[in-house]
């Protein structure tokens, strides 16, 4: 039984796009991949609003995270970490054999300009990492406002993982200031897993031309040379190439606006009805994502039974992540997700807990 996914990855993937992986095998050094491929970078250059280079990648977001800590940091790295993901970032900067300092925030907490500010005051970093949707948390840090803090530093690399929001709301790459915008298509793009995305402005790339030790198969230098002929280093994942091609004129279709639109009204109808039932939010509510809400489990339910018994009826629900697993529950809102398919998992809810009608 296929369970519908209110996980905050992967998720539900539209017909259209599983049939769009079904076409035929191209070969990735023929005419006719260079000429999907220049129509995907293209395509996505309009949704992150950036002129930089925009690189496609065969590999978890992770693995391009690691790749650009190797190619990016030089004398040392400030980690900002205010979730799972973001201390998992700078744990991988320490294995990459980078020098490395973890600025941590408390889980629920928004990484804030101020201590990016103060951080970055000492003049001790040539590199920034930052989540800017912790998924773990469902926390949302103020990306514009750590921006303008960002433009004093510009020896700084400003290194940006948009894993969980990028295309359900406006991120605009170039004006942000983004030396490296990250992400994975299966969150907010609502692909199947195995893409990564990311872009490199002229500063990384001539950041990475001078860094010693950056490997092969994430070597942005060798992205970009690639990226002349519409290409990549090595074989990619073609079909998910198409399938990401296939969702860029959905979107368009949709309008960008129009699908921040909907995210923000998914975000907000996700929030009522659970503040209805008196669950409060885990982050404040100026730090909310919009991709999926973060939960306190304020009414003491049986999350784990709750998940098992949705798992039955064919919802994949999330009862927490890590250290608050247990004490928070995430539901996912993203993607081609409308209104009316959170209807089907609220009423699979209030079938199991009645007393949540």
Sequence with gaps: MHKKLFIPGPIEVHPDILKAMSQPMIGH?????????????????????????VFLATSSAFGVMEGAIRNLVGTRCANFCNGAFSDKWHDVTLRCGKEADAIRFPWGEPVTPEVVERTLATGKYDSMTMIHNETSTGVMSPLADIAEVMRKFPDVLFIVDTVSSMSALKIPVDELGIDSCIFGVQ?????????????????????????????????????????????????????????????????????????????????????????????????????????????????????????????????????????????????????????????ELFQAIVTILPELA
Excluded at 35 to 51: N, Q
Excluded at 204 to 213: D, E, F, I, P, V
């Design 187 to 343: 969150k907010a793009f609502a692909l199947p897993p195995g893409l990564a995305v990311f872009t490199a402005s002229e500063k990384a790339l001539q950041r990475a031309a001078g860094m010693a030790g950056r490997g092969y198969y994430f070597d942005f230098v060798e992205f970009a040379a690639n990226d002349d002929k519409n290409n990549t280093p090595s074989t990619p994942c073609i079909s998910l190439i198409y399938a990401l091609d296939c969702q860029l004129q959905r979107m368009f279709a949709e309008g960008l606006e129009n699908r921040w639109a909907r995210h923000d009204d998914l975000a907000c109808y996700v929030r009522s009805w659970l503040g209805d039932r008196g669950f409060a939010s885990f982050p404040a509510a100026a730090y909310r994502s919009q991709t999926l809400t973060c939960s306190r489990n304020s009414r003491g339910i049986d999350l784990k039974s709750l998940k098992s018994n949705l798992g039955k009826a064919g919802f994949a629900f999330d009862d927490g992540y890590g250290k608050i697993k247990g004490e928070t529950f995430r539901i996912a809102h993203m993607g081609d997700m409308t209104r009316a398919d959170l209807d």
């Design 29 to 53: 050094r023929m005419p006719e991949y260079a000429e999907l491929h220049g129509r995907v970078t293209s395509g996505l250059k309009k949704v992150l609003f950036t002129d930089n280079r």
